[in-house]
């Protein structure tokens, strides 16, 4: 098998030139190949062929959006006011930021982790993880949190106040 022939084999190339005939490549919609093998102008042979997509491809082809945002990724408001007039720090923001990102229950303000009947509320340790920071800086900075009313925690777990971060509504 020469170059010419390795690359159209391999898709790189349309044409094939043969000793006196030619194959053309095309394609066409829903994946369908269509290939014409031609000798001077006339159609000798045609086929048209499904093509076989890698198994990466179709599962990123496959990943559809939230249904609950119509399509469009999802995001968080912060409330800048608020910040601004209680003098949070940025560690703050940044842990607060971190930790609503997958790990609030928007209706409540409660800090979870896990899915389905496996929710459970956040703990310490959990934040550490999430954050990688140190026992000592999260604990440090939620006392700062709950200092401003910013967190408040409870038997249930940890809260977060709406007037702070709230869930991004499509537009």
């Given at each position: 098998?020469?170059?010419?022939q390795l690359e159209f084999f391999n898709h790189e190339k349309n044409i094939l030139p043969l000793d006196n005939m030619r194959a053309i490549r095309q394609e066409t919609?829903?994946?369908v190949e269509h290939i014409v093998i031609m000798m001077d102008d006339i159609v000798v042979f045609e086929v048209f062929k499904k093509i076989k997509r890698d198994t990466k491809e179709l599962k990123e082809e496959d990943k559809k959006p939230p249904k609950h945002t119509g399509g469009k990724p999802s995001y968080i408001k912060i409330m800048t006011d608020y910040l601004s007039k209680n003098d949070i720090s940025i560690d703050c923001i940044g842990l607060l930021v971190k930790?609503?990102?997958?790990?609030?229950?928007w209706n409540t303000g409660k800090l979870t982790r896990g899915k389905g009947k496996y929710i459970k509320p956040l703990t310490l340790d959990d934040m550490c993880e999430i954050a990688h920071k140190s026992k000592t800086y999260i604990s440090d900075t939620i006392k700062e949190l709950k200092k401003k009313g910013v967190i408040k925690h409870d038997k249930e777990g940890?809260?977060?106040s709406p007037t702070?971060?709230?869930k991004g509504g499509v537009k």
């Open positions: 098998m020469n170059k010419t919609f829903n994946d930790l609503s990102i997958k790990n609030i229950t940890y809260f977060i702070v971060i709230q």
